[in-house]
């Protein structure tokens, strides 16, 4: 009796366990994939086992036309009762969403030994649930009404093919499909409701194609008269779902976790993990801009779509995942804001010397020679030399003015601090000058040996001692230079600078050149 139905009983066992494992082990891979690396939180698993579908369904297809193919063959030697004809659909049907369940059940035991944000919504679940029993009634169908050996293959890829069409749709039509946008968005809200409309849909639409199947083998007018109560049900979650707003807002306000010291910074509960790697990278750059207008206290994690305007102090920057380098990235994406975009190839690699450093990164040479001389002039200050010339040059940083004046005029620096008053006979007094914008004021200053110092740019060789002096623009709001005599040592102006203290705390001396 078995034989002739065309499936044994044995048979059709161990192909259900070849189908549960398949499905498993399949939408755990799918569902990894599809999971935001590094946000615990339940909404993340929720649009992960969702995704799973997207391997699953063609799979759960592709075993219900085989069935269907093997059980179409036994159905001349069978009576056409109600019960008979549903039971082996059914059967499919509680193969392929056991195998669902089997999935969420592993994905909750691993979040459930980890701390999750949000909630977890059943409606959620039910949405895979539903979305796998629609897969497997396409499937069922198509190999009832085609009986070919390669139904099957026929019934996974086009159902593949039509509903990953339908999920990529215009938005209200991709509302219909057992899918939800990818990746994860942390701070978008994930609705209950929403969820509950789009059960309806799919399991209106599945059961819609069960009954109507068995109406026709059956002849039955009850299993019509069921089909009809599913289309009606399919069709209710199909209004609701296209008369619902295309964006679900959070329905409750988010709660950020915080580090708060040494700078406080701000990110989705779901990420917290990544508030160590973070406060590093971002407490190092808000030393660096200490004193500037770029100063801040403050990082949170925004929403990309976010337009709003951060509080002064605040730092808004974007996280997507917490996969390797995060910090790094997201420090990237902020430095890179805080200059614009330069036209022309000097000025932005002078402004990449800059924004390297910020990120903590190695300097790069550039294409030009005077960016490789920067560079090297730039790299032999100290950390301390490098927060005060940015304080100095923020400006000309940010709108992309800087040249090669702003970096020693391409000489070679040596790290050498020197008292900063040159000797006047007897006595050490400081040089003499007056202060203005960008360094203009007094354009020399000359010592009761004759020697002088230019504040025009470059170093001059003085023919009467020997020695060599050094002037330019060193910042904005002061007068900046060196100044060498043959009895030794660099001397520096004193500069008018609106940052507390001496802008120049230990400017480097110049190269040490031999006279010809």
Request: proline share 8%; net charge positive; aromatic share 8%.
């Amino acid at each position: 009796m078995l034989e002739q139905r065309g499936v044994s009983r044995e048979e059709l066992k161990h192909s259900a366990l070849v189908a549960v494992g398949m499905l498993l082990a399949l939408g755990l891979l799918a569902a990894w994939s599809v999971l935001v690396p590094g946000v615990s939180a339940w909404e993340n698993v929720m649009v992960a086992v969702i995704g799973s579908l997207r391997l699953t369904g063609p799979v759960a297809a592709a075993f219900a036309a085989w069935v269907a193919v093997r059980d179409r063959r036994a159905a001349a030697h069978r009576a056409h009762g109600a019960w008979p004809t549903l039971r082996s659909p059914l059967a499919v049907l509680a193969v392929v969403v056991g195998a669902f369940a089997a999935t969420v059940t592993v994905l909750a035991m691993k979040a459930v030994l980890t701390e999750q944000a949000g909630h977890l919504a059943p409606t959620g679940l039910a949405v895979g649930a539903a979305g796998l029993a629609l897969y497997a009634m396409i499937g069922w169908v198509v190999g009832w009404v085609l009986p070919w050996p390669l139904t099957p293959l026929l019934a996974g890829v086009g159902a593949y093919g039509l509903l990953t069409w339908v999920a990529g749709a215009s938005s209200w039509v991709g509302r219909l499909a057992p899918a939800t946008s990818e990746p994860y968005d942390p701070f978008e809200g994930l609705s209950p409701a929403a969820f509950a409309d789009q059960t309806l849909w799919l399991l209106g639409l599945a059961a819609a194609l069960l009954f109507t199947w068995a109406a026709v083998v059956t002849r039955r007018a009850v299993a019509l008269a069921a089909a009809m109560l599913a289309l009606l049900a399919a069709g209710t979650g199909m209004a609701r779902l296209m008369g619902a707003p295309p964006a679900v807002a959070a329905t409750e306000p988010m709660v950020y976790s915080c580090q708060e010291w040494p700078i406080i910074v701000c990110v989705h509960p779901g990420m917290s993990s990544g508030l160590t790697e973070l406060g590093a990278a971002f407490t190092t750059i808000a030393a660096r801009l200490t004193g500037t207008p770029a100063a801040f206290s403050r990082v949170e994690q925004r929403p990309r779509g976010d337009t709003g305007t951060a509080a002064p102090g605040v730092v808004p920057i974007h996280v997507d995942d917490l996969t390797p380098g995060y910090a790094a990235r997201a420090a990237a994406e902020f430095v890179e804001r805080l200059a614009r975009p330069c036209a022309r190839a000097p000025e932005s690699g002078y402004r990449s010397i800059v924004t390297a450093w910020l990120r903590g990164a190695p300097l790069p040479s550039g294409p030009l020679p005077a960016h490789q001389g920067a560079a090297a002039w730039f790299s032999a200050l100290t950390e301390s030399q490098r927060r005060d010339w940015l304080r100095m040059f923020y400006t000309d940083f940010a709108l992309c003015r800087l040249k090669t004046t702003h970096f020693g005029g391409g000489a070679m620096p040596r790290v050498l601090p020197q008292p900063m008053f040159r000797r006047q006979g007897h006595a050490a007094t400081p040089l003499s000058g007056t202060g203005g914008r960008g360094g203009h004021g007094a354009a020399w200053n000359r010592g009761s040996d004759g020697t002088r110092w230019s504040r025009e740019g470059g170093w001059s060789r003085e023919a009467r001692e020997g020695g060599w002096s050094r002037g330019g623009r060193e910042g904005a709001g002061g007068q900046g230079g060196y100044d060498r005599r043959g009895g030794g040592g660099a001397h520096y102006p004193p500069p008018h600078s609106p940052v507390p203290g001496s802008p120049y705390p230990t400017m480097p001396h110049p190269p040490s050149l031999n006279t010809p």
